[in-house]
């Protein structure tokens, strides 16, 4: 059995990267940009239809799976190749796993865009294709989920606890720290 990551580290495929090398998990990481078409080849988009990265392709005994979409590779991962014994990142209990899904979507949908946002045009993009107003706009909407994750996190210390979804780093956490 195989499981294969399709991505580059500096894009979203870092959260099923980080999720396997913080299991130990071995994988064979292929790595591929999103540039110069190679998302777009019918090979590709046969793994993902969207032609975007990442994919995780698990070879099983019954069979291979296919998952994209970074938050979904990182929770399988988790799930599927972790234990959950109260140790490592996978969630130990109902109550973890639900925290687990629920701090993921909510970074995909209070979080994520936001933040691409700042980073492309702070950073990332060329310096004659930025336009700071639109950081400077994404900027001022973080602050609302930034203050619902602080929150929660002081709220998880005044428990005892120092992270998202229990007193442990857990894929969570990984999912969350990505974004923000």
């Known amino acids: 059995m195989t499981l294969k990551i399709y991505g580059m580290g500096a894009s979203r495929a870092a959260r099923p990267l980080w999720a396997a090398l913080e299991l130990g998990v071995p994988f064979e990481h292929i790595a591929m940009t999103y540039k110069a078409g190679a998302t777009r080849t019918p090979e590709f988009l046969a793994l993902n239809p969207n032609g975007h990265i990442p994919v995780v392709v ?100 005044a428990k005892g606890e120092a992270y998202l979804a229990a007193n442990r780093f857990t894929v969570a956490d990984v999912c969350v720290a990505s974004v923000a």
């Open 58 to 157: 698990d070879e099983r005994a019954d069979g291979a799976v296919t998952v994209w979409e970074s938050m979904a590779c990182a929770l399988y991962i988790a799930r599927v190749h972790g234990q959950a014994d109260g140790q490592s990142i996978t969630p130990a209990s109902p109550r973890e796993e639900a925290e687990a899904l629920r701090w993921t979507f909510w970074a995909v949908t209070e979080l994520e865009k936001d933040a691409l946002t700042v980073l492309m045009h702070r950073m990332a993009m060329p310096e004659d294709q930025r336009k700071p107003e639109l950081a400077d706009q994404a900027e001022s909407r973080l602050k609302v989920p930034l203050a619902v994750l602080e929150q929660h996190l002081q709220a998880q210390h």
